[in-house]
Nanobody
Framework: QVQLVESGGGLVQAGGSLRLSCAAS????????MGWYRQAPGKQRDLVAS???????NYADSVKGRFTISRDNGKNMVYLQMNSLRPEDTDVYYC????????????WGQGTQVTVSS
């Protein structure tokens, strides 16, 4: 009931920047927290950053000070600004959303590839 589409991934040199975007559609009125996760082949999907409807954000320790998550409720968009990128940031990045009042709700986008060269 909530659809998410990511964009903005690509290839960048170490130290460079990218901005990921996630467009939400469907039952957007019920979306609460949104976030970005990343996953490498054979590894678990880990939280990168999340943000609630009030704009409160939290980050994985590995990206603090480098990444910024933001949200535009009017455009139904969430963004991840990634600066000072490192080769270890290379992963598929996924947008995530949860719904108010729906226990264990969890919606995912298709993912966008981020590759950081050394």
């Amino acid at each position: 009931q909530v659809q998410l589409v990511e964009s903005g991934g690509g290839l960048v040199q170490a130290g460079g920047s990218l901005r990921l975007s996630c467009a939400a559609s469907g039952k957007i009125f019920s979306v609460s927290a949104m976030g970005w996760y990343r996953q490498a082949p054979g590894k678990q999907r880990d939280l990168v950053a999340s943000i609630n409807t009030g704009g409160t954000a939290n980050y994985a320790d590995s990206v603090k000070g480098r990444f910024t998550i933001s949200r535009d409720n009017g455009k139904n968009m969430v963004y991840l600004q990634m600066n000072s990128l490192r080769p270890e940031d290379t992963d598929v990045y996924y947008c995530n959303a949860k719904r108010v009042g729906v226990p264990f709700s969890n919606y995912w986008g298709q993912g966008t590839q981020v590759t950081v060269s050394s």
